[in-house]
């Protein structure tokens, strides 16, 4: 693959620096397809598997060879063009989703560095003279609202796709969604992603889905804007700003390191203690809770802004089997919920028990159990709620 990569990169640039090679790389492994292109160096070319024959015949593969397979690399030996060296990689999507990440990374701290370099030199002087480095935390609050703030209209910065590709592994498989801070983490120093396209995103899908609940129940003008602005500023961000203050204050006192009360800990000063001679420890970002609160925003979401709309004609009933839907629904959104929760802050080495965060599943699950029993349909409250100060 290293091979393969200088070889386009000197093809294209011809002799350049290893820099270059690195981008080239990234480049490379980020944008080829496994499934529908492979890849040769000798000589050095891309080509397409749509038409299977044709690369069979090319590489001297019989027609029941079974070396190209979903999954797996086509990537012919130069030796011997029979000897797919691809099949060996079974889980080449993974391992291209790696190399993504390290290109994102990669391009988001060149676009701060070269922001950084940018600004004036007064700015510059200024920033040497206070002992602080062009990556180095400054206070907590302050380097989040700075860092929001800057990129909050820096469209053609945001990472819309990586957006779009959380919110479908926050349904299917969450716990990839938090897998790439660590990477993240190395290339920024923070564990804070100064990146609104989620927000953006999500926001605007709640404006959309604001018309429709709109339009279905509430048709007046003035209904229309009082929910869309519910939706979105009370419902999420609101919502999202709470949780992210709870987490913020609870999270960080109850499961923080050097925190007296749990077993192994030693009652040591202050929210996060100074440890290892001198160099900080690490701490809970705000700025992180809010990307975790927004991230669990986004299942129940789905459920019950989405899924609970369209079922409504057959779970707005008292009868047995439309409290069961509608409370399976509501379990379902609390369960999501919890669990991203506990995958954000797991992910965080430096929390111990995070797995306490696990026990308001409990909670609904009780709450499931005796609404059901009793015949109580939390979609009657539910809707109530979705409504709340909006008048039809």
């Known amino acids: ?144 609202l700075e860092a929001d703030w800057r990129q909050i209209f820096k469209f053609p910065q945001m990472d819309f796709e990586m957006a779009v590709w959380e919110m479908t592994h926050l349904l299917i498989s969450p716990k990839k969604v938090f897998k790439s801070i660590y990477y993240h983490k190395q290339t920024r120093n923070t564990w804070h992603r100064p990146d609104p396209s989620f927000t953006y995103l999500l926001s605007f899908f709640l404006l959309l889905t604001s018309f429709a609940w709109s339009l279905a129940y509430t048709p007046a003008f003035s209904s229309v804007v009082k929910l869309a602005l519910m939706f979105v500023f009370v419902h999420f961000l609101a919502g999202s700003l709470v949780v992210s203050a709870i987490s913020y204050f609870l999270v960080g006192r109850l499961l923080g390191p050097g925190v007296a009360g ?50 409504m004609p057959a779970i707005n009933h008292p009868n047995r089997l439309s409290v069961f839907v509608a409370n399976a629904l509501y379990l379902a959104a609390g369960i999501y919920w919890s669990l991203i929760l506990f995958l954000g802050y797991n992910a965080l080495h430096f929390l111990h028990h995070t797995q306490l965060l696990l026990s308001p599943m409990l909670v609904w699950i009780i709450i499931w159990l005796v609404c059901t029993i009793l015949g109580i349909n939390l979609e009657f409250w539910g809707i109530r709620w979705l409504f709340l100060g909006v008048k039809g």
């Open 1 to 144: 693959m290293v091979v393969a990569a200088c070889k386009s990169c000197e093809l294209k640039y011809g002799q350049v620096d290893p820099a270059r090679h690195l981008l080239e790389f990234l480049e490379l492994f980020s944008e080829i397809d496994f499934f529908s292109q492979g890849l040769s160096i000798e000589p050095f070319e891309v080509f397409s598997l749509a038409d299977r024959r044709d690369v069979m015949e090319r590489f001297g593969l019989g027609p029941n060879n079974h070396s190209v397979k979903q999954g797996h690399m086509m990537f012919p030996d130069p030796a011997d063009p029979v000897n797919n060296l691809g099949r060996v990689t079974q889980r080449i999507r993974d391992v291209q989703e790696t190399i993504i990440l390290w290109k994102k990374s990669l391009q988001n701290r060149m676009l701060v560095w070269d922001a950084r370099s940018d600004e004036p030199a007064a700015n510059a002087k200024a920033t040497v003279s206070s002992g602080q480095g062009p990556f180095e935390e400054t206070s907590l609050l302050g380097s989040l």
């Open 262 to 311: 749990l077993p192994g800990r030693r009652r040591q000063q202050g929210l996060f203690p100074q440890t290892g001679g001198g160099k900080s420890a690490e701490a809970l970002e705000f700025g992180y809770c809010f990307d975790v609160s927004i991230r669990a925003f986004f299942p129940p979401y789905v459920l019950l802004y989405i899924v609970q709309y369209i079922l």
